[in-house]
């Protein structure tokens, strides 16, 4: 049985630092990726990471700011994000997929229960 479970949210002031996990269970995947969705809005691409390869991408609106790197033997994904802004206030998912590397969210199959990060100005 296929479990992704996120850990690491929390309440950060702006400009601050935070880490969020996650955990794969039953199996590996060919991409991993981590979304957010605020309020009242669509779900968004943050990142995805190849997890044989270890290569990354990231949205625009993350990049130099977020870092995704993975833990093979933990089987674990993070996602790193410095200089945090009231606008990265969301609920961050992790989503697991055997697509090839893809930033749209219904090519992935498997998705966590989610981890809140609030960034207060």
């Known amino acids: 049985q296929v479990q992704l479970v996120e850990s690491g949210g929390g309440l950060v002031q702006a400009g601050g630092s935070l880490r969020v996990s996650c955990v794969a269970s039953?199996?590996?995947?060919?991409?991993m990726a981590w979304f957010r969705q605020a309020p009242g809005k669509e779900r968004e691409f943050v990142g995805y990471i190849s997890w044989s390869g270890g290569g990354t991408y990231l949205a625009d609106t993350v990049k130099g700011r977020f870092t995704i790197s993975r833990d093979s033997a933990l089987k674990t994904v993070y996602l790193r994000m410095n200089s945090l802004k009231p606008d990265d206030t969301a609920v961050y998912y992790c989503?697991?997929?055997?697509?090839?590397?893809?930033?749209?969210?219904?090519?992935?199959?498997?998705w966590g229960q989610g981890t809140q990060v609030t960034v207060s100005s």
């Open positions: 989503a697991a997929t055997n697509n090839f590397f893809t930033k749209y969210p219904n090519d992935y199959e498997y």
């Open positions: 039953g199996r590996t995947f060919y991409t």
